[in-house]
């Protein structure tokens, strides 16, 4: 039990790392001795300024699965913020983090079921399955694993090519773009014709001579397909 003590006879840095870890509880009264105190310290200002060097907060993100315990996990597909926040000397605790885990548990699996997964396809963009994880830590701790969701696999729905009356889809061999029969050519030979500054007229392919134009794509959209 720690009583009263004098700012020269703290070790400040070795409290400040104490506090930091979590190591120091409640059960330290950090109190100054009256007797000892002068108007070269003023106990609320240096107080409130640990406090806000150390107060925890809990934050939440999902992403890919990189294992159960990390020191950072930067670029989440979704990070879903500061979950809470703590005040005080004290920093990040084993109870906070259970507390910190199991909000984010809960926010991560009402966001993942509701538009979660549309969400994640669209940002991914991907028909890779990847394996979804949420993470949350307390303070300066590890982000620790607190719900893992399997596997999503997202497929494509949308970009379709539609094409001016009387013309065909060419998206296959020149994407975005229409062709239409035009006349039989002078030369001999499959090949594909191109204007002066590089880009596609048309082609020949077997016997035939074809002028290209842009079609309208729509936009491509992505959804879970598992």
Same mark, same amino acid.
């Given at each position: 039990?720690?009583?009263?003590?004098?700012?020269?006879?703290l070790?400040?840095?070795?409290?400040? %790392?104490?506090?930091?870890?979590?190591?120091?509880t409640?059960?330290?009264?950090?109190?100054?001795?009256?007797? *000892?105190?002068?108007?070269?310290?003023?106990?609320?200002? *240096?107080?409130? @300024?640990?406090?806000?060097? /150390?107060?925890?907060?809990?934050? =939440? $993100?999902?992403?890919d *699965? &990189?294992?159960?315990? +990390?020191?950072?996990?930067?670029?989440?597909?979704?990070?879903?913020?500061?979950?809470?926040?703590?005040?005080?000397?004290?920093?990040?605790?084993?109870? &906070?983090?259970?507390?910190?885990?199991? +909000?984010?548990?809960? @926010?991560?699996?009402?966001?993942?079921?509701?538009?979660?997964?549309? %969400?994640?396809?669209?940002?991914?963009?991907?028909?890779?399955?990847? $394996?979804?994880?949420?993470?949350?830590?307390?303070?300066? $701790?590890?982000?620790?694993?607190?719900?893992?969701?399997?596997? +999503?696999?997202? =497929?494509?729905?949308?970009? /379709?090519?539609?094409?001016?009356?009387?013309?065909?889809?060419?998206?296959?061999?020149?994407?975005?773009?229409?062709?239409?029969?035009?006349?039989?050519? *002078?030369?001999?030979?499959?090949? &594909? +014709?191109?204007n002066?500054?590089?880009?596609?007229?048309?082609?020949?392919?077997?016997?035939?001579?074809?002028?290209?134009?842009?079609?309208?794509?729509?936009?491509?959209?992505? &959804?879970?397909?598992?």
């Open positions: 039990m720690v009583s009263n003590f004098t700012m020269a006879q070790d400040s840095n070795h409290l400040f %790392d104490e506090i930091l870890d979590g190591s120091i409640n059960e330290f009264d950090l109190t100054f001795s009256s007797n *000892n105190y002068s108007s070269e310290y003023e106990v609320s200002d *240096n107080y409130s @300024k640990v406090e806000e060097d /150390v107060k925890a907060r809990c934050f =939440c $993100r999902i992403g *699965n &990189r294992g159960a315990r +990390l020191k950072s996990y930067p670029n989440p597909i979704k990070d879903l913020g500061v979950l809470k926040s703590w005040g005080g000397p004290v920093g990040g605790t084993s109870k &906070r983090e259970d507390e910190c885990g199991n +909000l984010c548990s809960k @926010k991560a699996y009402e966001w993942y079921n509701s538009s979660g997964k549309v %969400d994640i396809c669209n940002r991914i963009q991907s028909n890779k399955p990847i $394996r979804i994880t949420a993470y949350s830590k307390v303070g300066g $701790r590890d982000w620790v694993t607190r719900g893992d969701y399997g596997l +999503l696999k997202c =497929c494509s729905n949308g970009g /379709v090519l539609t094409c001016p009356n009387g013309w065909n889809s060419e998206n296959n061999n020149f994407p975005g773009m229409c062709s239409k029969a035009m006349c039989p050519p *002078n030369i001999k030979g499959d090949r &594909r +014709l191109y002066e500054n590089g880009t596609p007229w048309g082609f020949i392919y077997k016997d035939m001579m074809y002028q290209l134009t842009k079609g309208q794509l729509s936009s491509t959209s992505w &959804r879970p397909c598992n």
